[in-house]
């Protein structure tokens, strides 16, 4: 079925709560960073994001920003990925991301994208 609304946790331990989509397929949630991510600043964090139609497509893609919620810097998440379905039933995505950070001048701007 594939359809991202509901309590998604990565490999890692954070967690993605999606509410329900809209008609046109978008939707938006909150993401929880989990203990690997390693900084006491992050808080939980809006997201936002839209997958492909399940009537059109049976393992959509989609994708969803985070906005990061952090005491002192400025940080957006772009998480783009494919919901698979096994031959038991069984929902997984898998995602790549991009991770951009504040950077101070354009000088600095090489080392705020990962």
Excluded: H
């Amino acid at each position: 079925q594939c359809l991202l609304s509901g309590s998604w946790r990565s490999d890692t331990g954070c967690r993605m709560v999606v509410s329900t989509l809209d008609k046109d397929n978008r939707f938006s949630g909150f993401y929880l960073p989990g203990p690997a991510a390693g900084n006491s600043e992050l808080l939980t964090s809006p997201l936002e994001g839209s997958q492909q139609d399940t009537r059109l497509v049976p393992q959509p893609t989609f994708y969803f920003t985070v906005n990061w919620q952090l005491r002192e810097a400025a940080r957006t998440t772009v998480f783009l990925g494919q919901c698979y379905v096994d031959i038991n039933g069984e929902e997984t995505l898998r995602a790549l991301w991009l991770l951009r950070e504040l950077a101070d001048s354009p000088d600095e701007d090489w080392k705020a994208t990962r």
